[in-house]
């Protein structure tokens, strides 16, 4: 009887929101996600807010790896993401972490561009409940945003009247007016905009022109990441780290899980 009872109430309790017990790291952004060992997991775990997943397209599926090389027919973008995102979404009553808005799913085309991208919207045309979307120019915020970098098509994603992934911009498009329902994001390669990898004091010109952008990209509504910044262990990671999140940079790159949220969360 009391065995009765206790399962009874154990059914009435309500379950705790997955992922309730993490701190999520607005700042954070996984690189090359899927080499870790549970995809996308590892990095929720860690309170990531964005993740990296590399596509290419073979017979017509979407996989997931860095080199072709290391293609593996199970290992799709749906089941490495989209499905274990919705499942997680589902279970927390519409978003990744529990009482916080926003996750960014940066999805980077290897194979030829055109091709791989009407692929990519059919797949995510089956997500719409959690993904945001945009309808003839306006917006309707998800829970993940999906953004398309690598070989982007952009005058083909323009055209489109319903898009499911925006565009990842690059530091030519500082100086344009794109509208963000296009381009939320704006990425580039550290070492082609800056010298400094974090011997010393970042130099002044270099910190202004890097607050400079933040600040024009804020401005117009994008998010700033970059890539190529340090990633080992060390004084020279550290401050590139925190030139960035004093900077207001939206997205830190690292491999590093562990390593980025311990400097995020100090």
Known sequence: MKALLLAAALALTPLAAVGADVN???QAHAHNDYEHP????DALDHGFTGVEADIWLVNGKLLVAHEEAHIKPERTLEALYLDPLKKRVTENGGRVYPGT????LLIDIKTEGEPTYKALAEVLSKY???LTVVRDGKVQPG???A??????PREYMLSEKVRYAGYDGRMPDLTSDT????MPLLSDNWTKVFTWKGDGEMPAAERAKLQDIVKTAHSKGWTIRFWATPD????QRNAIWKELKAAGVDKINTDDLAGLQRFLSE
């Open 24 to 26: 999520p790291l607005p």
């Open 38 to 41: 549970r995809p996308l997991l």
């Open 101 to 104: 808005q926003g996750f960014t």
């Open 128 to 130: 719409p409940d959690i």
């Open 143 to 145: 829970a993940v945003t």
């Open 147 to 152: 953004v398309v970098s690598g070989n982007r």
């Open 179 to 182: 509208p963000a329902a296009f």
């Open 232 to 235: 080992q262990p060390g004084p």
